[in-house]
């Protein structure tokens, strides 16, 4: 193999332009592919900025030319030679370099390459499981490239943005205490302290509080965090959050910093002029028209309770439902009463799969209703049925009876599934919105106690606070998530800053005195010298940057992810390690139960 001793590289392949034409340059990389056309090769050389065509002329040099023909697809090689500009019928419109070719005068080969297990393209249709064991190669592709670069500059928007509004970044420990709430965490055994273990942050939640009591006053960082639970294509065991936290702030401060951020984020990196303020919904608000805490409101088909309606009906689903304490929503799918029996038959299974017992339905037609259940219906129960759910000729009215968490969840995905079905989602527009005043705690029916709704450190609304004592489940929270679309970009609240205050709310959600000095220890103890009013928020940076790029799949925006078991393809991690090291750490591994 040849070195580039005495050779340095001039440019990029796109960084050269029309401007160029006649200069000598030196380029450097990776062969897409060689075309023999007999007296002339043409080879496509690719580099992180993208390809730039080079010709080997036999009339110009028999050797040169000769030894092009050994070239393969990802041979590394450096080109010398004279920018020139195509002939006008060979001009390439779709590559940012198609005027331009390189006319080569020297060629050396820098590594060869065997024959790739996929083709290094754009948009491969290689299998991921293929792709991620040799995710070196799949990084080669160019979408894969500008998913990271993208990456990289809106990670540079943040730290430029937040610095230049009073941010400091401060990085916070990775080997940390475990205080479990939540997540499972990931254990790190301690060599120096048998049997003692750290374990790897969740996030940095108590630290960046801690840093508010230290008189920083704003503090952000992009840091990694790490929880032990099941995977989905928008979820990696460890992910990387935009974190941040601000001293003597209310929930307008945070929100309004944080619009800026986003707003600048879409104007440099997609040309996009967001509005600002952005729309909010309340919990409560989001959850009757949309069953979600992270609504897609780029359509409509929003829920309508019809309880009221129904409560009396002959049909048994509904009235006894209801006096059971549950509900019953409808959603008025537009147009789509023309689906088949097996497409209603399979939204049905839809809503099964997310707690719904069944999915009754009702299809207006010219002449009447069509429905299994409109026998149990009166005419004046269809009528205001159909007025509540503003239906005419040909729609699809869909409807779910069961407790009310049960309905908001079905009714949301499905309406999510008849978005798609319906063509209703126009995938280049983005609507940001707020989701605000979320419940402060949830019951654990399980376990029979209350659990905080976001974390125990969050700050009751002012007004709330006498329902404490009282009834905690009208309890909201100076909580706030930002959505994007239906996914959720980031989330926080305001903290408790009062010792007592949040004493009580550890109390309230089972800890005792004791338990909660086990766990959060440090935390209290800082609480008695002196703790400013603070809030915060962490966005999920490689969510944002998936929604940026336009992709589905988190792991198209993550350089080295995991996959669906929380394994690496590649290095194959997690693996078995040596007797020395577990015997070094005290451990012994024993097999896991089958049940």
Same mark, same amino acid.
């Given at each position: 193999?040849?070195?580039?001793?005495?050779?340095?590289?001039?440019?990029?392949?796109?960084?050269?332009?029309?401007?160029?034409?006649?200069?000598?340059?030196?380029?450097?990389?990776?062969?897409?592919?060689?075309?023999?056309?007999?007296?002339?090769?043409?080879?496509?050389?690719?580099?992180?900025?993208?390809?730039?065509?080079?010709?080997?002329?036999?009339?110009?040099?028999?050797?040169?030319?000769?030894?092009?023909?050994?070239?393969?697809?990802?041979?590394?090689?450096?080109?010398?030679?004279?920018?020139?500009? =195509?002939?006008?019928?060979?001009?390439?419109?779709?590559?940012?370099?198609?005027?331009?070719?390189?006319?080569?005068?020297?060629?050396?080969?820098?590594?060869?390459?065997?024959?790739?297990?996929?083709?290094?393209?754009?948009?491969?249709?290689?299998?991921?499981?293929?792709?991620?064991?040799?995710?070196?190669?799949?990084?080669?592709?160019?979408?894969?490239?500008?998913?990271?670069?993208?990456?990289?500059?809106?990670?540079?928007?943040?730290?430029?943005?937040?610095?230049?509004?009073?941010?400091?970044?401060?990085?916070?420990?990775?080997?940390?205490?475990?205080?479990?709430?939540?997540?499972?965490?990931?254990?790190?055994?301690?060599?120096?302290?048998?049997?003692?273990?750290?374990?790897?942050?969740?996030?940095?939640?108590?630290?960046?509080?801690?840093?508010?009591?230290?008189?920083?006053?704003?503090?952000?960082?992009?840091?990694?965090?790490? =929880?032990?639970?099941?995977?989905?294509?928008?979820?990696?065991?460890?992910?990387?959050?935009?974190?941040?936290?601000?001293?003597?702030?209310?929930?307008?401060?945070?929100?309004?910093?944080?619009?800026?951020?986003?707003? =600048?984020?879409?104007?440099?990196?997609?040309?996009?002029?967001?509005?600002?303020?952005?729309?909010?919904?309340?919990?409560?608000?989001?959850?009757?028209?949309?069953?979600?805490?992270?609504?897609?409101?780029?359509?409509?088909?929003?829920?309508?309770?019809?309880?009221?309606?129904?409560?009396?009906?002959?049909?048994?689903?509904?009235?006894?439902?209801?006096?059971?304490?549950?509900?019953?929503?409808?959603?008025?799918?537009?147009?789509?009463?023309?689906?088949?029996?097996?497409?209603?038959?399979?939204?049905?299974?839809?809503?099964?799969?997310?707690?719904?017992?069944?999915?009754? @339905?009702?299809?207006?037609?010219?002449?009447?209703?069509?429905?299994?259940?409109?026998?149990?219906?009166?005419?004046?129960?269809?009528?205001?049925?159909?007025? =509540?759910?503003?239906?005419?000729?040909?729609?699809?009215?869909?409807?779910?009876?069961?407790?009310?968490?049960?309905?908001?969840?079905?009714?949301?995905?499905?309406?999510?599934?008849?978005?798609?079905?319906?063509?209703?989602?126009?995938?280049?527009?983005?609507?940001?919105? @707020?989701?605000?005043?979320?419940?402060?705690?949830?019951?654990?029916?399980?376990?029979?106690?209350?659990?905080?709704?976001?974390?125990?450190?969050?700050?009751?609304?002012?007004?709330?606070?006498?329902?404490?004592?009282?009834?905690?489940?009208?309890?909201?929270?100076?909580?706030?998530?930002?959505?994007?679309?239906?996914?959720?970009?980031?989330?926080?609240?305001?903290?408790?800053?009062?010792?007592?205050?949040?004493?009580?709310?550890?109390?309230?959600?089972?800890?005792?005195?004791?338990?909660?000095?086990?766990?959060?220890?440090?935390?209290?103890?800082?609480?008695?010298?002196?703790?400013?009013?603070?809030?915060?928020?962490?966005?999920?940076?490689?969510?944002?940057?998936?929604?940026?790029?336009?992709?589905?799949?988190?792991?198209?925006?993550?350089?080295?992810?995991?996959?669906?078991?929380?394994?690496?393809?590649?290095?194959?991690?997690?693996?078995?390690?040596?007797?020395?090291?577990?015997?070094?750490?005290?451990?012994?591994?024993?097999?896991?139960?089958?049940?």
């Amino acid at each position: 193999m040849e070195n580039i001793k005495g050779l340095k590289r001039t440019r990029l392949c796109t960084e050269l332009s029309v401007n160029d034409v006649g200069k000598e340059v030196v380029l450097m990389g990776w062969v897409q592919r060689r075309r023999d056309l007999g007296a002339l090769i043409f080879v496509t050389l690719r580099d992180r900025s993208g390809i730039m065509q080079v010709v080997f002329n036999s009339e110009a040099d028999p050797e040169l030319h000769k030894k092009a023909f050994q070239l393969r697809s990802e041979y590394v090689i450096a080109v010398r030679g004279t920018l020139a500009l =195509r002939s006008p019928e060979a001009i390439n419109r779709n590559m940012p370099t198609g005027e331009l070719e390189v006319l080569a005068k020297e060629l050396r080969i820098l590594s060869k390459s065997e024959t790739p297990p996929f083709h290094i393209e754009e948009n491969s249709d290689a299998n991921e499981a293929l792709r991620l064991k040799y995710r070196y190669l799949d990084l080669r592709r160019p979408d894969l490239q500008g998913n990271l670069i993208l990456r990289h500059r809106v990670a540079k928007i943040a730290r430029d943005y937040f610095d230049a509004n009073g941010f400091l970044e401060i990085e916070t420990p990775v080997l940390t205490k475990s205080t479990p709430e939540g997540a499972r965490d990931y254990l790190v055994p301690s060599r120096v302290q048998p049997g003692k273990f750290y374990a790897l942050p969740q996030s940095p939640q108590l630290f960046k509080q801690l840093l508010m009591i230290s008189g920083f006053d704003r503090y952000m960082q992009i840091t990694k965090c790490f =929880r032990d639970e099941d995977l989905r294509a928008d979820r990696q065991p460890e992910f990387t959050q935009i974190d941040l936290e601000m001293s003597f702030v209310d929930v307008e401060d945070v929100i309004r910093v944080n619009e800026g951020f986003i707003q =600048r984020v879409f104007r440099e990196i997609l040309d996009i002029e967001l509005p600002v303020p952005f729309k909010r919904l309340t919990y409560k608000e989001a959850m009757e028209r949309f069953g979600s805490d992270k609504p897609d409101t780029r359509f409509g088909l929003e829920l309508k309770n019809v309880s009221d309606i129904v409560k009396d009906s002959g049909f048994k689903v509904f009235s006894d439902t209801i006096a059971n304490g549950g509900c019953v929503r409808a959603i008025n799918a537009k147009g789509a009463g023309t689906f088949s029996r097996k497409e209603i038959d399979a939204l049905g299974e839809t809503v099964k799969t997310y707690g719904a017992k069944g999915l009754a @339905w009702i299809v207006i037609e010219d002449n009447g209703v069509r429905s299994p259940i409109a026998k149990f219906l009166t005419e004046t129960e269809l009528q205001n049925l159909k007025e =509540r759910l503003e239906a005419q000729v040909g729609d699809l009215l869909l409807f779910v009876a069961d407790k009310e968490e049960i309905v908001f969840n079905s009714l949301g995905h499905l309406r999510l599934v008849l978005g798609e079905k319906l063509n209703l989602i126009d995938h280049d527009k983005y609507d940001v919105l @707020w989701v605000t005043e979320f419940p402060l705690l949830e019951r654990d029916e399980e376990e029979n106690r209350w659990v905080a709704k976001h974390h125990p450190f969050t700050s009751p609304m002012d007004e709330d606070i006498e329902y404490l004592d009282t009834d905690p489940s009208k309890v909201r929270a100076k909580a706030y998530d930002i959505i994007l679309n239906g996914y959720e970009l980031g989330g926080g609240s305001i903290r408790i800053h009062d010792i007592e205050l949040q004493n009580k709310m550890f109390n309230i959600i089972g800890f005792s005195d004791e338990e909660a000095k086990e766990r959060f220890g440090f935390l209290l103890e800082a609480f008695k010298y002196g703790v400013p009013p603070h809030g915060g928020l962490a966005f999920g940076l490689d969510r944002l940057v998936m929604l940026l790029a336009k992709t589905s799949n988190i792991r198209d925006v993550i350089a080295f992810p995991k996959v669906q078991n929380a394994s690496d393809l590649m290095t194959n991690a997690p693996d078995y390690v040596d007797e020395k090291q577990l015997e070094e750490l005290c451990i012994k591994t024993v097999e896991p139960s089958e049940n």
